[in-house]
Nanobody
Framework: QVQLVESGGGLVQPGGSLKLSCVAS????????MTWYRQPPGKERELIAT????????NIADSVKGRFTVSRDNSKNTLYLQMDNLIPDDTAVYYC?????WGQGIQVTVAS
């Protein structure tokens, strides 16, 4: 059974940083294409970043380019999203995704 469990969200002031983690199980993580999405309040879910099994970043949204970094540790079956210089528009529920499977989502709120 596939499980994706996100952690690391919370409330942060503008300009601050957070690092999200997603621990995966139930499939071969090493070569899996993994993606972060987010859904801001009242808006559609949007793709943030995709990383291939070898650690190559396949794409990253223009809205977060230069501020967010996606990475993975295959030895820990864990996907990361380092978020720096956060702005209020980054407020959203963030989701980890692999093919048709989703994590439960984790809230990130950027406010002073």
């Amino acid at each position: 059974q596939v499980q994706l469990v996100e952690s690391g969200g919370g409330l942060v002031q503008p300009g601050g940083s957070l690092k999200l983690s997603c621990v995966a199980s139930g499939f071969d993580f090493t070569w899996a294409i993994m993606t972060w999405y987010r859904q801001p309040p009242g808006k559609e879910r949007e793709l943030i970043a995709t990383i291939l099994g070898g650690g190559v970043v396949a794409n990253i949204a223009d809205s977060v380019k230069g501020r967010f970094t996606v990475s993975r540790d295959n030895s820990k079956n864990t996907l990361y999203l380092q978020m720096d210089n956060l702005i209020p528009d980054d407020t959203a529920v963030y989701y980890c995704n692999h093919r048709f499977d989703w994590g439960q989502g984790i809230q990130v709120t950027v406010a002073s």
